[in-house]
């Protein structure tokens, strides 16, 4: 997880989970690389359960095609085991997961091994599968195929429903769609606090026509996490729409035979045909395949130059039928010139890593009715292209590199044919894939003893305000040689206070940056923060722990290649609160996969008179700040529409309560109104554990309602009480501020 605290902007199943604080190893562990340059890449957890047979797709990778691959190790649940249930395909590296029936659940890490260019190169951890438990028995989806019919209003509003047996006592407390990102689709779907499984109102124009869509779901219970393989599948059928040839408008040599393209069609492909409505002018000759579309015209047919026929289709599946006025339109000519080798070129423009671009056909091509197409690419471009992130339009032979493909820096070959009715010429060309000249990474270390410091970077706690004033922090970068970066702080944000203003008491309101090396100077910069609900015997408010955050941009180059990092860079001031408390976590930023997340490692020191009598919750002002971090307000509860709002109302309404977007319930161990939250931790959004203090957040419940994980960091204040008591009387409790939760669904 390196780089995650060095940039911002960038998805696994795992458990709870349950933390000090932490800056954990990455989730992501599918890509490693050395010297030289090769990297491997495998699809992220993909969610499985007992009896079930899955293949997961061979790798894509950075350099010369691997080979002889090869299981070096397995973990379950962080710990190594054998296992016979995973085999890999030698050649190409796809895993097979078979004879799941005993299998135990658990979290399974696959480390392989292959050849690159003979040098062997290992990948540790390159695989997570999440093997669930069976579904239990009583559970069933209703209807287990919902049919939709896309003419329908509102169609997308059709929907299923999880119910259970009650005689046999199954309670269900969480729902989510099962983790396999080989199918994109299950973007389109969402499933509620109450187990409807419905259409994303927001992804339904993603819906195809005709398409079947099948979906697991991941169901938890007390006895754990379950999983109910192809639940359900959402059946949309509809009549025949948007026929399209490509091309659609042909010229034919006089007296030649003639086939067109294959047609593209949306709609149910149940009895599905295809026919001639009719032809303007009327001509015998020309025939259509009922069942691929396929317009053929005979030999000798055409024989007057210059004519015209305009062809209308019918199409007509077991849901309707639908007319195509002029579908096909062919011109009758004298000559077709025949493709000319020598002539087929492309225009290839520079290319850089993480651009999109057009290759247009280079001037002077030669040939008459060519249809283009990708002809036997191989390793990254053959991936991309079935990725529909490199295409290529049929008629004009251009090609488009999408700005989300992941193409690293290498050199490649792509494949062109063009075929015309004189014949085939196929070509290849380079395609060079650059690195970004001004790409680079930067962190500021950390002072809380952590290494090594580039993976918990950007951390400084300090104990007095005399060694902040002192600090100056100096950037680490990998600038490129003769390179040089343009340094700014965007943002400080804190904890506000309703009684201040928001730059008077935040530690690192004030501190200052050079523009050309990136030093960041504290010298005249806020330490403290304050708890103003408390007060000394000389009615001053009583400075408190707290977290404040700067955000620092750096940026190299100018123009289209100009190269941006934003991080952020937190602060914590190490004052006990009036009680004598001091909770010392470290790592002090908590990073969390926002869906998932791992179980971490960390220290935490605790200053306090008696710690069998501290009592630790989570209380007040809850404050999120988007993962951009480039805007100075937070979000809130209480604020409508924003991300907050909406886990606070699914949490009130998992608990059967009215939501009071004021009230600390969600994120408490020990309250106990309406509903004893120590008696259902899982449906609580967070909490602290009373024995160790360790933060505790809860799988799946950072998401807004229209499904997008949260992105971006909680401060929320914590209460501590030296005296044992609970739940109302932890409100006079003592304020502090120990940690910062760094929400990231790629973390």
Not at 157 to 172: F, L, M, N, P, Y
Not at 583 to 608: A, E, H, M, W
Not at 661 to 689: T, W
Request: proline share 5%.
């Amino acid at each position: 997880m390196k780089t995650k605290l060095l940039t911002i902007s960038r998805s696994l199943k795992v458990f709870a989970i349950i933390a000090l604080a932490l800056v954990c190893a990455s989730c992501d562990k599918t890509e490693t690389t050395d010297s030289t340059g090769f990297i491997l890449h495998y699809y992220g957890v993909t969610d499985i359960g007992p009896s079930m047979a899955y293949t997961l797709e061979a790798p894509t990778y950075k350099g010369s095609a691997p080979y002889d691959f090869t299981i070096t190790g397995i973990t379950l649940n962080d710990e190594a085991c054998t296992t016979e249930s995973f085999v890999i395909d030698a050649e190409t590296g796809a895993i097979n997961i078979q004879n799941t029936e005993n299998l135990a659940t658990g979290l399974y890490a696959i480390s392989v091994g292959c050849y690159s260019n003979g040098k062997y190169f290992e990948f540790k951890d390159a695989v997570q599968i999440n093997m669930l438990l069976a579904v239990p028995e009583g559970v069933t989806v209703t209807p287990a195929e919902v049919v939709v019919k896309m003419e329908d209003k509102k169609w997308w509003e059709a929907g299923a429903q999880v119910t259970t047996d009650t005689e046999k006592h199954v309670s269900i407390t969480g729902y989510s769609i099962a983790e396999d990102e080989s199918k994109e689709y299950l973007k389109y779907f969402t499933i509620s606090n109450d187990g409807i499984i419905t259409f994303n109102p927001d992804k339904k124009d993603n819906i195809i026509p005709g398409e079947k869509y099948v979906i697991s779901l991941k169901l938890k219970t007390k006895a754990g996490e379950h999983l109910y393989a192809d639940a359900v599948t959402f059946n949309v059928i509809s009549k025949p729409l948007n026929l399209l040839y490509t091309p659609n408008e042909v010229r034919v040599e006089r007296m030649t035979a003639h086939e067109s393209e294959l047609p593209t069609i949306q709609g149910s492909l149940e009895g599905r045909t295809y026919a001639i409505k009719s032809i303007t002018p009327e001509i015998s000759g020309f025939t259509i395949d009922a069942t691929t579309g396929k317009i053929t015209i005979a030999e000798n047919v055409l024989t007057t130059i210059g004519n015209i026929y305009k062809v209308d289709v019918t199409v007509t599946n077991e849901y309707g039928n639908a007319d195509f006025p002029e579908a096909y339109i062919v011109t009758v000519v004298d000559f077709i010139a025949p493709i000319v080798p020598e002539k087929f070129k492309y225009e290839i423009p520079e290319t850089y890593e993480g651009k999109g671009y057009t290759i247009p056909l280079a001037d002077g091509f030669i040939g008459d009715e060519v249809i283009f197409d990708f002809s036997d690419n191989e390793g990254a471009i053959k991936d991309q292209i079935e990725k529909k992130r490199i295409s290529i339009d049929k008629v004009s032979g251009s090609i488009t590199i999408a700005e989300n493909n992941t193409l690293v820096p290498n050199d490649y070959t792509v494949k062109v044919k063009a075929t015309n009715p004189k014949g085939e010429v196929t070509i290849s060309f380079p395609l060079v894939i650059k690195a970004n000249p001004n790409k680079f990474t930067f962190h500021y270390g950390n002072n809380i003893g952590l290494s090594p410091e580039n993976d918990y970077a950007n951390q400084f706690a300090y104990d007095t305000e005399e060694a902040f004033h002192g600090t100056i922090l100096m950037p680490k970068t990998t600038l490129p040689a003769g390179k040089s970066a343009k340094w700014e702080i965007l943002v400080k944000k804190p904890v506000k206070s309703k009684e201040t203003d928001i730059n008077d008491y935040v530690t690192g309101s004030g501190a200052t940056i050079d523009a050309n090396t990136g030093a960041i100077n504290f010298s005249n910069a806020k330490f403290q923060y304050y708890d103003f609900k408390q007060t000394k015997p000389d009615n001053k408010s009583v400075p408190m722990m707290n977290i404040g955050m700067l955000v620092v941009k750096a940026t190299c180059g100018e123009g289209d290649l100009a190269y941006s990092v934003t991080a952020p860079i937190f602060i914590r001031s190490n004052i006990s609160n009036r009680n004598g408390v001091m909770l010392d976590y470290r790592p002090f930023v908590l990073q969390v996969n926002s869906k998932t997340g791992k179980y971490p490692t960390g220290k935490l020191t605790i200053q306090c008179p008696d710690q069998n009598l501290l009592r630790v919750d989570y209380r007040r002002d809850f404050h999120f700040y988007t993962v951009d971090l480039t805007k100075e307000t937070s979000c809130t509860p209480q604020q409508p529409d924003n991300l907050m709002r909406d886990v606070w109302t699914a949490c009130w309404n998992e608990m059967g309560l009215t939501p009071n977007y004021g009230a600390k319930k969600p994120m408490s161990y020990y309250d106990i109104s309406k509903y004893i939250n120590r008696e259902h931790l899982d449906v609580l959004l967070g909490y602290v554990n009373p024995e160790t203090k360790a933060i505790v957040i809860n799988p799946d419940k950072w998401k807004s309602t229209d499904g997008t994980y949260a992105n971006g960091v909680l401060i929320g204040s914590m209460v501590c009480h030296t005296e044992g008591d609970e739940d109302k009387a932890l409100n006079n409790g003592s304020k502090l501020n120990p940690v910062a939760i760094w929400f990231d669904e790629n973390f």
